[in-house]
């Protein structure tokens, strides 16, 4: 009888999350109309429309990098660009409207002051064209009056509405559900198409098409058992949120989430995962999800709760600890810091978040809010902790992971040592890297420069290590160090010199980052200049990875907030330069995304994963500390370099160093 209602509730829970994930994917369709119609339109036809204005002009834009550029478009098409796009999104046109709207547009793009005179002409063609060409009637909807006048329009030709009918249909047809968090289990991924829910219409992998493309198992097995784990909005956080809308607290978009976690209170909710090229794994819940900031990790925490047994109170002390912003001592201090609190009575008027930012101006102040709050009723509840239970997220955060899986690749034993990959007992004090960048990098500049690097310390360096971990180059590092300095009203030009010196710091401190940054690009540079184009390898646990990126601005025609891509008939070229500089961040993210699933599926219980940061229940907190360890380890017996030298046809490297993985094992440090 119980394994009859066992299979009947999972059929209705079945039914129940197709049911929902079909109305999202009607609320995805519903939002196709005019604009996504127009783009779609334009896509497809701008570079067939006639030919009413010649030459070309220069176009200066912002690339996928946030850099200057600037490139030729030909006139023609941008100004077919602008007055047909915004005439298929209102839905009909004037000469008039035309003029104004290009006038205005040009002001930008162009950089060009057109006269009345000038706006009018060109409108006056393309007009007509679009007369010509049936996209508009002929005829005019007058003002009311029964006589024409410059206010008087004309509307999209009925022919023209049929085509946007066909084409809004195509469209929907190939939209995905809208993403939000789910009330039901989502259906297990079983190929790159068949997932989530019937009428889904998502991939597991984005860029992977073919419903055949073979995903390894274990891939699956992991994604499936995260979207399987059942999640409750923390009722503190609901608070906090109203406290947050009535005291108008935050931007626009926190806004909105804050009035979005309202609804789900009380609500048991899942979250459809899928993943990168790379393998990374996202929840997909919108603007709401456990992977996202502050607020959204403290938001959502475990649905079902566990005994604490003889260890979970340990393990809220630490989570806590790590939340109020002491992850920079001992596991031991981080549990007598906590008790001190508790003695103290610190904890005890802590209310809301506001009370937490008073007193804990150091604190990721949402998780350290939940984190109080669980202490809080563990402790009024009283008796032998051993016997309680929990829903409490306890997350473990990697130090500066990617940095930790250049140290196992290349066997460098002082980055090991320095993102806590050797042993280490809970009474050591953690390596801080970013500290230690940041003192080196002050002790060899001159003393105005030192004093600026030591008056912002490891939270200026921050930024600079983790990116450079994950193969970022001597540009990016500088520029986000100028953008820091110019956000704490510093002099933002010193950002060149000081990228610099963190960078010559990382290389004294952690070389591992130049010996396999070096290795991969001297080898991926040699299989680009050979003519190769597509990088791929497999890692630990199956999952193919890929790296390739081609230049898409041939086919892309750019005019200011107008931009379309096109098919010109030529295939785009290799994109080398966004190739060469992807690979070591792709290749080292493809790691530690294999080493999260292996050990999702090393654990028979409930996690949750944000790249580079586990949560599990307090009561198993320590065994998926294990097994982080253990998976670190397995990570690296298996040879992911060898794997992609394998593809590009070339020796893979041999790094001679100390440094052998499975000194992770003692380590409290490498996650805590």
Request: charged share 20%; aromatic share 8%.
């Amino acid at each position: 009888m119980n394994t009859l209602n066992t299979i009947t509730a999972s059929i209705i829970s079945a039914l129940n999350s197709d049911t929902q994930v079909s109305a999202l994917r009607d609320e995805a369709e519903q939002r196709i109309g005019a604009r996504e119609v127009a783009r779609s339109y334009m896509s497809t036809n701008l570079t067939e429309l006639p030919e009413l204005m010649t030459g070309f002009t220069m176009i200066e834009y912002k690339d996928a990098r946030g850099e200057d550029q600037a490139k030729s478009e030909l006139k023609n098409e941008l100004i077919w660009l602008v007055t047909l796009t915004t005439t298929i999104e209102t839905g009909f046109t004037s000469v008039t409207l035309l003029a104004s709207i290009l006038q205005h547009w040009a002001k930008e793009p162009l950089n060009v002051d057109w006269t009345l005179d000038i706006a009018v002409l060109v409108a006056t063609k393309y007009h007509a064209a679009m007369t010509a060409l049936d996209i508009i009637s002929t005829e005019l909807t007058t003002n009311g009056k029964g006589t024409a006048n410059e206010y008087d329009v004309n509307m999209l030709s009925d022919e023209f509405k049929a085509y946007m009918g066909y084409e809004a249909e195509a469209l929907r047809k190939s939209a995905s559900m809208v993403c939000r968090p789910l009330d039901n289990q989502p259906m297990d991924w079983t190929s790159n198409v068949d997932g989530v829910g019937i009428d889904a219409n998502m991939q597991l992998i984005r860029g992977k098409v073919a419903k055949g493309d073979a995903i390894d198992q274990r891939v699956l097995d992991a994604v499936n058992k995260l979207q399987a784990v059942a999640f409750r909005v923390s009722p503190a956080i609901i608070d906090a949120a109203h406290d947050c809308i009535d005291n108008g607290v935050g931007t626009a978009e926190e806004m909105r989430m804050y009035r979005d976690i309202i609804k789900y209170a009380d609500k048991d909710l899942y979250f459809p995962v899928t993943m990168d090229k790379r393998g990374r794994m996202y929840y997909r819940g919108g603007l709401l999800t456990p992977q996202g900031t502050d607020f959204c990790k403290a938001a959502f925490q475990f649905a079902e709760a566990m005994p604490l047994g003889k260890t979970g109170l340990q393990a809220i002390a630490i989570h806590t600890a790590n939340a109020l912003g002491h992850d920079k001592v001992s596991l031991a201090e981080r549990q007598q810091i906590i008790t001190s609190y508790i003695d103290s009575g610190s904890f005890d008027n802590i209310a809301d978040h506001f009370d937490v930012e008073a007193n804990f101006p150091g604190a990721d102040t949402f998780q350290a809010l939940v984190a109080i709050k669980e202490l809080q009723r563990l402790l009024a509840i009283g008796g032998n902790p051993a016997n309680l239970t929990s829903a409490l997220v306890c997350h473990q955060d990697g130090t500066c992971n990617g940095l930790q899986h250049m140290a196992a690749i290349t066997h460098d034993l002082e980055t090991a040592t320095t993102v806590n990959c050797t042993a280490s007992s809970i009474m050591d004090t953690p390596s801080d890297i970013y500290g230690l960048v940041a003192a080196d990098a002050a002790l060899n500049s001159d003393a105005a420069l030192a004093a600026l690097i030591n008056k912002y310390g490891r939270g200026m360096a921050k930024n600079a290590v983790m990116i450079t971990g994950y193969g970022a180059g001597e540009e990016t590092v500088c520029k986000n160090v100028a953008k820091y300095l110019a956000e704490k009203g510093e002099d933002f030009t010193q950002g060149l010199a000081i990228g610099e010196a963190y960078l010559e710091a990382i290389a004294r401190i952690a070389g591992a980052v130049n010996k396999l940054t070096g290795a991969l690009k001297g080898r991926v540079a040699a299989f680009l200049e050979a003519g190769g184009e597509k990088v791929t390898w497999t890692t630990a646990d199956g999952f193919v990875a890929s790296t390739h990126y081609t230049d898409r601005e041939q086919n892309r025609v750019r005019a200011g907030n107008f931009n379309v891509t096109v098919d010109r008939g030529t295939t785009c070229p290799l994109d080398d330069v966004k190739t060469l500089g992807a690979m070591s961040p792709n290749f080292v993210h493809s790691i530690d995304a294999a080493h999260l699933r292996m050990v999702v599926n090393a654990c028979n219980h409930s996690l949750v994963t944000v790249h580079d940061s586990i949560g599990s229940h307090a009561g198993t907190y320590f065994a998926t500390a294990k097994a982080i360890r253990e998976q670190f380890v397995e990570v690296h017996v298996y040879d992911a370099l060898g794997s992609l030298c394998d593809s590009l046809g070339v020796r893979a490297p041999r790094f001679k160093g100390e440094y052998n993985a499975v000194q992770a094992l003692k380590s409290s440090y490498i996650f805590s």
